[in-house]
Protein backbone atom coordinates (compact mmCIF):
# COMPACT_ATOMS: atom_id res chain seq x y z
CA UNK A 1 0.00 0.00 0.00
CA UNK A 2 1.64 3.61 -0.76
CA UNK A 3 1.48 6.27 1.44
CA UNK A 4 1.65 9.67 -0.33
CA UNK A 5 1.69 11.40 3.08
CA UNK A 6 4.77 13.80 3.49
CA UNK A 7 7.28 11.95 5.53
CA UNK A 8 7.38 12.76 9.18
CA UNK A 9 10.61 11.67 10.23
CA UNK A 10 12.77 12.63 13.56
CA UNK A 11 16.33 14.47 13.35
CA UNK A 12 17.75 11.39 14.55
CA UNK A 13 16.19 7.77 15.37
CA UNK A 14 13.68 6.04 14.57
CA UNK A 15 9.46 6.36 16.36
CA UNK A 16 8.76 2.80 18.83
CA UNK A 17 4.93 1.56 19.10
CA UNK A 18 4.61 -0.64 21.72
CA UNK A 19 0.68 -2.31 20.53
CA UNK A 20 -0.87 -4.69 22.92
CA UNK A 21 -4.69 -6.21 22.32
CA UNK A 22 -6.79 -8.15 23.42
CA UNK A 23 -8.78 -11.08 21.02
CA UNK A 24 -12.44 -10.99 20.80
CA UNK A 25 -12.38 -15.07 21.01
CA UNK A 26 -16.64 -14.66 21.10
CA UNK A 27 -16.48 -12.55 17.84
CA UNK A 28 -13.50 -14.89 16.06
CA UNK A 29 -16.07 -17.84 17.07
CA UNK A 30 -18.88 -16.44 14.75
CA UNK A 31 -16.25 -16.67 11.85
CA UNK A 32 -16.07 -19.54 9.93
CA UNK A 33 -12.83 -22.38 9.68
CA UNK A 34 -12.67 -20.30 6.17
CA UNK A 35 -12.97 -16.82 7.18
CA UNK A 36 -10.61 -17.23 10.50
CA UNK A 37 -7.77 -18.95 7.68
CA UNK A 38 -8.41 -15.71 5.77
CA UNK A 39 -8.00 -13.47 8.40
CA UNK A 40 -4.55 -15.32 9.68
CA UNK A 41 -3.40 -15.14 5.81
CA UNK A 42 -4.31 -11.52 5.90
CA UNK A 43 -2.26 -10.66 9.11
CA UNK A 44 0.78 -13.13 8.13
CA UNK A 45 1.11 -11.07 4.79
CA UNK A 46 1.01 -7.59 7.03
CA UNK A 47 3.72 -9.06 8.87
CA UNK A 48 5.77 -9.41 5.94
CA UNK A 49 5.21 -6.25 4.24
CA UNK A 50 5.93 -4.61 7.44
CA UNK A 51 9.19 -6.73 7.64
CA UNK A 52 10.03 -6.03 4.10
CA UNK A 53 9.67 -2.10 4.02
CA UNK A 54 12.97 -0.36 4.33
CA UNK A 55 14.59 0.86 8.24
CA UNK A 56 11.41 -0.71 9.60
CA UNK A 57 11.15 -3.73 12.22
CA UNK A 58 8.47 -5.51 13.81
CA UNK A 59 8.41 -8.12 16.85
CA UNK A 60 5.44 -10.57 16.81
CA UNK A 61 4.37 -11.05 20.79
CA UNK A 62 2.22 -13.39 22.71
CA UNK A 63 1.47 -11.74 26.05
CA UNK A 64 1.94 -14.21 29.47
CA UNK A 65 -0.75 -12.54 31.26
CA UNK A 66 -4.29 -11.93 30.94
CA UNK A 67 -3.55 -7.76 30.21
CA UNK A 68 -3.55 -8.63 26.84
CA UNK A 69 -3.17 -11.95 24.31
CA UNK A 70 -0.95 -10.21 21.58
CA UNK A 71 1.52 -7.41 21.09
CA UNK A 72 4.02 -5.50 18.28
CA UNK A 73 6.82 -3.78 18.69
CA UNK A 74 6.96 -1.63 15.65
CA UNK A 75 10.22 0.69 14.86
CA UNK A 76 10.21 3.26 11.67
CA UNK A 77 11.48 6.36 10.97
CA UNK A 78 8.51 7.74 9.58
CA UNK A 79 5.90 8.37 11.78
CA UNK A 80 2.92 7.96 9.19
CA UNK A 81 4.15 4.67 8.17
CA UNK A 82 4.09 3.51 11.55
CA UNK A 83 0.82 5.29 12.11
CA UNK A 84 -0.61 3.72 8.81
CA UNK A 85 0.88 0.01 9.95
CA UNK A 86 -0.61 0.72 13.30
CA UNK A 87 -4.15 0.85 11.78
CA UNK A 88 -4.07 -1.72 9.70
CA UNK A 89 -2.44 -4.39 12.31
CA UNK A 90 -5.71 -3.47 14.76
CA UNK A 91 -8.00 -4.66 11.84
CA UNK A 92 -6.05 -7.46 10.54
CA UNK A 93 -7.69 -10.10 11.92
CA UNK A 94 -10.83 -8.51 11.11
CA UNK A 95 -13.05 -5.68 12.39
CA UNK A 96 -14.07 -7.01 16.04
CA UNK A 97 -11.36 -9.27 16.36
CA UNK A 98 -8.96 -7.11 18.42
CA UNK A 99 -9.37 -4.29 21.11
CA UNK A 100 -6.33 -2.55 21.97
CA UNK A 101 -5.61 -2.31 25.48
CA UNK A 102 -2.39 -0.42 25.65
CA UNK A 103 0.07 1.47 23.46
CA UNK A 104 2.86 4.03 23.64
CA UNK A 105 4.55 5.91 21.25
CA UNK A 106 8.77 6.99 21.80
CA UNK A 107 12.00 7.45 20.13
CA UNK A 108 14.97 5.89 19.96
CA UNK A 109 17.55 8.15 21.41
CA UNK A 110 21.19 8.69 22.75
CA UNK A 111 20.14 10.13 26.14
CA UNK A 112 22.10 13.48 27.83
CA UNK A 113 23.82 11.47 29.76
CA UNK A 114 26.57 10.00 27.54
CA UNK A 115 30.26 10.81 27.03
CA UNK A 116 30.64 13.76 24.30
CA UNK A 117 32.82 13.77 22.06
CA UNK A 118 34.87 16.12 23.54
CA UNK A 119 35.26 13.88 26.76
CA UNK A 120 36.74 11.07 24.46
CA UNK A 121 40.31 11.61 25.90
CA UNK A 122 39.81 12.15 28.86
CA UNK A 123 37.75 8.85 29.40
CA UNK A 124 40.75 7.18 27.60
CA UNK A 125 43.16 8.22 30.30
CA UNK A 126 41.13 7.02 33.01
CA UNK A 127 39.91 3.89 31.37
CA UNK A 128 43.79 3.01 30.09
CA UNK A 129 46.09 5.18 32.27
CA UNK A 130 48.28 5.70 29.41
CA UNK A 131 50.04 8.99 28.80
CA UNK A 132 48.24 11.11 25.85
CA UNK A 133 50.59 11.84 22.90
CA UNK A 134 52.08 8.76 22.79
CA UNK A 135 51.30 6.22 20.10
CA UNK A 136 49.42 3.53 22.49
CA UNK A 137 47.15 6.82 23.31
CA UNK A 138 46.08 7.39 20.15
CA UNK A 139 45.21 3.53 19.21
CA UNK A 140 43.44 3.62 22.54
CA UNK A 141 41.60 6.68 21.38
CA UNK A 142 40.56 5.15 18.23
CA UNK A 143 39.34 2.02 19.50
CA UNK A 144 37.25 4.31 22.12
CA UNK A 145 35.63 6.11 19.25
CA UNK A 146 35.13 3.10 17.04
CA UNK A 147 33.02 1.35 20.12
CA UNK A 148 31.10 4.88 20.99
CA UNK A 149 30.65 5.00 17.29
CA UNK A 150 29.03 1.18 17.25
CA UNK A 151 27.14 2.30 20.84
CA UNK A 152 25.81 5.15 19.71
CA UNK A 153 24.39 3.74 16.39
CA UNK A 154 22.73 0.55 17.98
CA UNK A 155 20.71 3.20 20.70
CA UNK A 156 19.89 5.41 17.75
CA UNK A 157 19.15 2.50 14.72
CA UNK A 158 18.73 -0.68 16.83
CA UNK A 159 18.11 -4.54 15.53
CA UNK A 160 15.53 -6.31 17.54
CA UNK A 161 16.97 -9.62 18.59
CA UNK A 162 15.64 -12.79 18.45
CA UNK A 163 15.21 -13.51 22.23
CA UNK A 164 12.20 -15.46 23.23
CA UNK A 165 11.23 -13.29 26.19
CA UNK A 166 10.69 -9.85 26.04
CA UNK A 167 9.53 -7.35 28.93
CA UNK A 168 8.04 -3.56 28.14
CA UNK A 169 7.60 -0.83 31.08
CA UNK A 170 7.49 2.89 31.39
CA UNK A 171 8.69 5.22 33.72
CA UNK A 172 9.19 8.98 34.65
CA UNK A 173 11.52 10.61 36.84
CA UNK A 174 9.89 11.93 40.30
CA UNK A 175 9.71 15.67 40.80
CA UNK A 176 7.94 15.27 44.68
CA UNK A 177 9.56 18.21 47.20
CA UNK A 178 12.88 16.65 47.86
CA UNK A 179 12.41 13.92 45.40
CA UNK A 180 12.67 16.52 42.30
CA UNK A 181 15.55 15.00 39.76
CA UNK A 182 15.08 18.35 37.34
CA UNK A 183 15.95 20.27 39.98
CA UNK A 184 19.49 18.89 40.72
CA UNK A 185 22.68 19.57 39.08
CA UNK A 186 23.20 17.82 35.76
CA UNK A 187 26.67 16.92 37.14
CA UNK A 188 24.50 15.25 39.58
CA UNK A 189 22.28 13.64 37.46
CA UNK A 190 25.35 12.49 35.07
CA UNK A 191 26.84 11.03 38.45
CA UNK A 192 23.86 8.84 39.53
CA UNK A 193 23.20 7.83 35.99
CA UNK A 194 26.47 6.57 35.73
CA UNK A 195 26.18 4.56 39.02
CA UNK A 196 23.03 2.57 37.50
CA UNK A 197 24.67 2.11 33.69
CA UNK A 198 27.10 0.50 35.56
CA UNK A 199 24.44 -2.18 36.84
CA UNK A 200 22.99 -2.81 33.62
CA UNK A 201 26.67 -3.08 32.19
CA UNK A 202 27.29 -6.20 34.63
CA UNK A 203 23.72 -7.93 33.05
CA UNK A 204 25.73 -7.72 29.12
CA UNK A 205 24.40 -11.08 27.31
CA UNK A 206 21.98 -11.84 29.56
CA UNK A 207 19.72 -8.35 28.55
CA UNK A 208 19.37 -6.58 25.79
CA UNK A 209 18.10 -3.30 26.55
CA UNK A 210 16.64 -0.36 24.89
CA UNK A 211 15.31 2.93 26.33
CA UNK A 212 13.48 5.23 23.96
CA UNK A 213 12.61 8.71 25.19
CA UNK A 214 8.76 9.55 24.94
CA UNK A 215 8.43 13.25 27.07
CA UNK A 216 6.08 14.92 24.57
CA UNK A 217 4.80 11.88 22.81
CA UNK A 218 3.52 9.58 25.48
CA UNK A 219 2.15 9.83 28.98
CA UNK A 220 5.72 9.08 30.86
CA UNK A 221 8.83 10.23 29.71
CA UNK A 222 10.76 6.70 28.38
CA UNK A 223 9.54 3.11 27.54
CA UNK A 224 12.10 0.71 28.66
CA UNK A 225 12.19 -2.62 26.43
CA UNK A 226 13.83 -5.61 27.70
CA UNK A 227 14.91 -8.82 25.61
CA UNK A 228 16.21 -12.08 27.89
CA UNK A 229 16.26 -15.52 27.28
CA UNK A 230 14.70 -16.30 30.76
CA UNK A 231 12.85 -14.53 33.03
CA UNK A 232 15.25 -14.82 35.97
CA UNK A 233 17.45 -12.37 34.46
CA UNK A 234 14.48 -9.71 33.23
CA UNK A 235 13.60 -10.11 37.39
CA UNK A 236 16.78 -9.88 38.67
CA UNK A 237 18.30 -6.77 36.63
CA UNK A 238 15.22 -4.83 37.72
CA UNK A 239 15.19 -6.06 41.07
CA UNK A 240 18.59 -5.30 41.84
CA UNK A 241 18.38 -1.28 40.16
CA UNK A 242 15.80 -0.58 42.49
CA UNK A 243 18.21 -0.22 45.14
CA UNK A 244 20.23 2.35 42.55
CA UNK A 245 19.20 5.99 44.10
CA UNK A 246 18.09 6.70 40.54
CA UNK A 247 15.43 3.91 40.82
CA UNK A 248 14.81 4.05 44.73
CA UNK A 249 14.83 7.87 44.98
CA UNK A 250 13.81 9.22 41.79
CA UNK A 251 11.64 7.04 40.17
CA UNK A 252 8.34 6.00 39.11
CA UNK A 253 7.33 2.67 36.68
CA UNK A 254 3.88 2.07 34.66
CA UNK A 255 2.54 -1.23 34.22
CA UNK A 256 4.67 -4.16 33.08
CA UNK A 257 3.84 -6.38 30.29
CA UNK A 258 5.43 -9.60 29.59
CA UNK A 259 5.46 -11.45 26.39
CA UNK A 260 7.28 -14.35 24.47
CA UNK A 261 8.39 -13.44 20.66
CA UNK A 262 7.28 -16.22 18.73
CA UNK A 263 7.04 -16.86 15.03
CA UNK A 264 3.37 -16.14 13.27
CA UNK A 265 2.30 -20.18 13.04
CA UNK A 266 3.64 -20.53 16.89
CA UNK A 267 1.62 -17.90 18.03
CA UNK A 268 -1.77 -18.54 16.26
CA UNK A 269 -1.33 -21.93 18.13
CA UNK A 270 -0.50 -20.43 21.34
CA UNK A 271 -3.54 -17.84 20.77
CA UNK A 272 -5.74 -20.53 19.75
CA UNK A 273 -7.02 -18.54 16.74
Same mark, same amino acid.
Given at each position: ??????? !? !?? &????????? $???? *?????? +????? *???????????????????????????? &????????????? %?????????????????????????????? %????? @??? @????? /???????????????????????????????????? #??????????? $?????? =????? &?????????? /? *?????????????????? #?? +???????????????? &???????? =??????????????? =???? =??????????????? *?? $??????
Amino acid at each position: MTDLSPA !V !VP &VEGWHVLHL $FYKI *EYGQWS +LLTAE *EQLRAKTNLTALVQEIRATPQTQLSTLA &VVSPKADLGFMLL %SPDLNVAHGFEKRISQALGADALTAVYSYL %SLTEL @GEY @GTPEH /EYPAAVERETNLPPGTAEFETALANFRARMTKYNKD #KLYPNLPGWPV $FCFYSM =SKRRS &VGQNWYSLPF /E *ERKRLMGGHARIGRQWHG #KI +LQLITGSTGLDDDEWG &VTLFAHNT =SHIKGIIYEMRFDPV =SAQY =SDFGEFYLGLQLPLD *EL $FRRLLL
